[in-house]
């Protein structure tokens, strides 16, 4: 009820002249004509980040791979399937954003050679290879003119040590922890727990529903964008 | 509106007194806690027939995989995830039903070895290896005192060739084949048009709501169970 009471007052327009790029849900890799690599991403936070950010102001753009949810209203929305799409939507959109928030979980790998038919189970085994798919996160901050650039870690173990390796390796401004091995919150989950880190900092914000962790996730974004 | 005039009526109560176990849906196979393997079988063709068989009079238990569908009214419902799943639970139930529909699109695979934690993307290349799921509608077929099996065969190409093969080797005693190629029909579509063939016959069902083709498919399988 808080979530709607904040919805239907005035927001205070914080985020005001920012043009926002939001990535969100799973990516889907075909394998062949029928069957298809996924993760259990529901895109709900991303989607919540997407709504909240237009509440506060901002100008929203969001890509998202194949989830349930509708496309939120007032947002600009590109439908993708694949890593590749997402990453060809992304890269042609970056340049009219300041603000880039990849919460997608994209999937790391696809496979080598996509079948044009159906593979058949005529063998007791079969071996796949996969290669990686390009890193969309990465890609943007290594842009020459980078937006503030703002990244998600679902992980199983080693939360705090993964999250901030990769805030350093993908020269990212921030980036947002979650533990996916707790099943009460996360994927398909309407909650979430995250750890925040930034360059020299972080900040824990405890288990909310996901609106909630949206709002809160934005204001401590725009305290940072100035220092960037 | 005529599948609703026909829900409407009193249907011709020829399924009474028959007790119909249907798989429906994809399954989903773990590769990691986030990662996992599926297709694009929506359920729809499944949860139709589940319908379908009430409303002519059948009792029904509903197998199904992870879709967007909700639980029939008045079936009993069983929710899985993977083949395995559903191997044990149709092999659990099947001894109280007279006839067996598998509708479900089963991952012919699932990994060799489940990762307990999420698999890192250290590598430029990821090599999966395959092993065989149970096959659910031979091991049925199998059985000393077999229901009346209809099988479905979703092909992308030489339908009918694949299709007959099917039924004679695992020995069952209907398959319907359709082309999932056709995107206006089969997965995720409302519509499918099907090849029915059983030992020495077979009839096609052309291109209609998954609706309609339930009961064609149902009134079909229900001439020739007492020649089984």
Known sequence: E????????????????KSILITAGP??????PVRYL???????????????????????TLVSGPTRLNPPAGCEFIGVKSAQQMYDAVMQQVDKH??????????????DEVMSQKIKKDND???????????????VAALP?????????????????YAQDK??????????????SDTS?????????????????QQRLAKNNKDMLAYQLLTLMNQHYDNA
Not at 98 to 111: L, M, T
Not at 188 to 201: K, R, V
Request: glycine share 8%.
């Open 2 to 17: 808080l979530v709607e009471a904040l919805a239907e007052q005035n927001q205070p327009q914080i985020l005001a002249g």
């Open 27 to 32: 990516t889907q890799e075909a394998i062949d």
């Open 38 to 60: 996924s993760n259990h991403s529901s895109g709900k936070m991303g989607y919540a980040l997407a709504i909240a950010a237009q509440k506060l102001g901002a100008t929203v």
């Open 98 to 111: 300041n603000v880039f928030i990849g919460c997608a979980a994209v999937a790391d790998y696809r496979v």
């Open 125 to 139: 085994k079969l071996s796949l290879t996969f290669v990686k798919n390009p890193d969309i996160l990465a890609s």
């Open 145 to 161: 003119k980078p937006p503030f650039t703002v990244g998600f870690a679902a992980e199983t173990h080693d939360l705090s040590h």
């Open 167 to 180: 805030l350093k390796r993908k020269k990212l401004n921030m980036i947002a922890a979650n533990d996916v």
């Open 185 to 201: 919150i996360g994927f398909n989950s309407d909650h979430n727990a995250l750890s925040i880190f930034w360059p020299g900092g």
